[in-house]
């Protein structure tokens, strides 16, 4: 149980496109779910918590307007990084707790994206 | 001061060593305490809890201690199969919800 699945696991996009990366929790519903980035050698940094029907609430130094996070289900959140450059390229991760647990997250296998 | 600080390491262990780490936090507010493994290039998978009684999953025992704001894991009897990055995690309730914070990791490796 508590599966979560993460596509694409890596894409390598072209500066200045947009990138749109999917979180699923595939056996749970999730009321909540976050998104990380880790970079290499470094610890997981959470940049944004996604609730689902509501706005995602950003860490501080997160551009809400190029990372665009839709959580429009209790199993589905997206992330979009817009007008991707090579300094986003990172390791991506989600993860979702589910209805019943409250501090428990469940982590995505990740996607890597590498913007050229 | 980093919220979560871990000894980065790495440790290099032989086959059978028990070892341990630490893991410091600095907000005394923080509630629940976990383990985590990380894989190279992949996502970190949940270990353990922590709570203050301690706790023991097979070769692997947590340990919390509040009033100096640490928590340990112990890995007794080391395989191959151990060595990983360990990333102590703490949680901590905010006003926008639940909120993980993440060490940097401690790398292990356990040789022949």
């Known amino acids: 149980g508590a599966v979560v699945s993460q596509h694409p696991s890596w894409v390598i996009c072209k500066s200045g496109t947009s990138v749109k990366i999917e979180c699923r929790s595939l056996?749970?519903?999730?009321?909540?779910m976050f998104w990380y980035r880790q970079f290499p050698k470094q610890s997981l940094m959470l940049m944004a918590t996604?609730?689902?029907?509501?706005?995602?609430?950003?860490e501080q130094g997160v551009e809400k307007d190029k990372f665009l996070i839709n959580h429009a289900s209790l199993t589905l959140s997206t992330l979009t990084v817009t007008s991707a450059h090579p300094e986003d390229s990172s390791f991506y991760i989600c993860?979702?707790?589910?209805?019943?647990?409250?501090?428990?997250?469940?982590f995505g296998p990740g996607t890597r994206l590498t913007v050229t | 001061r980093k919220e979560v600080e871990q000894d980065p390491g790495p440790f290099n262990v032989p086959e059978g060593a028990t070892v341990a780490f630490n893991c410091t936090y600095s907000?005394?507010?923080?509630?629940?305490f976990f383990w985590y493994r990380q894989d190279c290039r992949k996502e970190p998978k949940l270990l353990m809890s922590?709570?203050?009684s301690g706790n023991e999953d097979g070769r692997f025992t947590a340990q919390l201690n509040r009033a100096s704001q640490y928590i340990s894991l112990l890995i007794r009897d080391s395989k191959l199969s151990d060595s990983a990055t360990y990333l102590c995690?703490?949680?901590?309730?905010?006003?926008?919800?639940?909120?993980?914070?993440f060490g940097t990791g401690t790398q292990l490796k356990v040789e022949l």
């Open positions: 993860s979702a707790t589910p209805l019943q647990m409250t501090y428990e997250q469940y």
């Open positions: 056996d749970f519903q999730a009321t909540t």
């Open positions: 996604s609730n689902e029907g509501s706005k995602a609430t950003y």
């Open positions: 907000n005394s507010a923080s509630q629940s």
């Open positions: 922590v709570y203050s």
């Open positions: 995690a703490v949680n901590r309730f905010t006003g926008g919800g639940n909120k993980l914070t």
